[in-house]
């Protein structure tokens, strides 16, 4: 099915750890986007990528990398994990990158311990 | 003080019941306005989108946008059982290339049968 796909779905790390969030979108869009969730806090963006070959950085940007492979393809990435970044990622692509609706992923469940 | 408030709820009703479902926001400049419905463990989906003030209506659901009162709503008559979800509201600026969504902390509704 055409869409938005993260991997993994959960993942458990330990402090200090390093990890590579995945997401791919097959609806040829062009904008790509991070959030993380967390209770109380709604949707928060990571980092975004409005077109292949740029990414610029979202509200809470600080303990994070991205890479846009491809047009397709958009990782997240944590060098040093801490608590702090235990939470829900999305990803979410969009096709002319304005706000004319994102397609979201599943999400990845992540605890830090 | 966040830039788009939601009443995190819950929100309890009986089935068949108008649900209202609503955000305000503080940055006078945004011009597109979405709902989206998120279900327990899932991403979210979009739901209703509006550009600038007025109504718009599909099926069951209403989005209305106040931009002097820097309100959004949205309106659920009949409402189901599988209406039961988180709401989230969401708004941009919109100028080109910069479509990050706004999101406020959403809102969980349940709707007893």
């Known amino acids: 099915n055409a869409g938005v796909t993260q991997t993994p779905k959960f993942q458990v790390l330990k402090t200090g750890q390093s990890m590579t969030l995945q997401c791919a979108q097959d609806?040829?869009?062009?904008?790509m986007y991070w959030y993380r969730q967390d209770p109380g806090m709604g949707l928060r963006l990571i980092y975004y990528?409005?077109?292949?070959?740029?990414?610029d950085k979202g509200e809470v940007p600080n303990g994070y990398n991205v890479s846009r492979l491809n047009k397709r393809e958009f990782s997240l990435r944590l060098e040093s994990a801490a608590p702090s970044q235990t939470s829900v990622y999305f990803c979410?692509?969009?096709?002319?990158?304005?706000?004319?609706?994102?397609?979201f992923g599943s999400g990845t469940r992540l605890t830090v311990v | 003080q966040k830039e788009v408030e939601q009443d995190p709820g819950p929100l309890s009703v009986p089935e068949g019941a108008i649900v209202s479902l609503n955000c305000t926001y503080s940055?006078?400049?945004?011009?597109?306005f979405m709902w989206y419905r998120q279900y327990s463990r899932k991403g979210p989906e979009l739901l209703m989108y509006?550009?600038?003030?007025g109504n718009k209506e599909d099926g069951r659901f209403t989005a209305q946008v106040d931009k002097s009162s820097k309100y959004i709503s949205l309106f659920i008559r009949d409402s189901q059982p599988s209406d039961s979800a988180t709401y989230l509201c969401?708004?941009?600026?919109?100028?080109?290339?910069?479509?990050?969504?706004?999101f406020g902390q959403g809102t969980t509704l349940q709707v007893k049968p």
């Open positions: 979410a692509s969009d096709l002319l990158g304005g706000p004319y609706g994102y397609t």
């Open positions: 609806m040829n869009h062009n904008s």
């Open positions: 990528s409005a077109s292949e070959g740029t990414t």
């Open positions: 940055n006078s400049a945004f011009q597109y």
């Open positions: 509006t550009y600038s003030s």
């Open positions: 969401a708004m941009s600026v919109g100028s080109s290339n910069t479509g990050k969504l706004i």
